[in-house]
Nanobody
């Protein structure tokens, strides 16, 4: 069974940086596009970043463009989200997800095949 496990979430001050990791099992990373999503308290889950299986394509939500970077290491079955210049509005539970589709599928958010359970990021002002 495919499992995705996020880690790295914690309390950080505004302006700080954080790196999230997502470890996968079951060969998911070899051919799947991966993405990060987040859900803030009282809000719907939203797309954050996407990366193709070969890392040739990355896409970002406008709210994080220029601050966040998604990357992956297929040899380690891992995907990462480097978050810089963090803002209080970045506070959310961050989820890792995988799809057999493309990065466009990730951006749409409706065709993901597997989800992690999330890791909490809290940005204090």
């Amino acid at each position: 069974q495919v499992q995705l496990v996020e880690s790295g979430g914690r309390l950080v001050q505004a302006g700080g940086s954080l790196r999230l990791s997502c470890a996968g099992s079951g060969g998911v990373f070899l051919t799947y596009a991966m993405g990060w999503f987040r859900q803030a308290p009282g809000k719907e889950r939203e797309f954050v970043a996407a990366i193709s299986w070969g890392s040739t394509t990355t896409r970002y939500a406008d709210s994080v463009k220029g601050r966040f970077t998604i990357s992956r290491d297929n040899a380690k079955n891992s995907v990462y989200l480097q978050m810089n210049s963090l803002k209080p509005e970045d506070t959310a539970v961050y989820y890792c997800a995988a799809t057999r589709g493309s990065t466009s599928t990730v951006v749409a958010g409706s065709g993901m095949d597997y989800w992690g359970k999330g890791t909490l990021v809290t940005v204090s002002s």
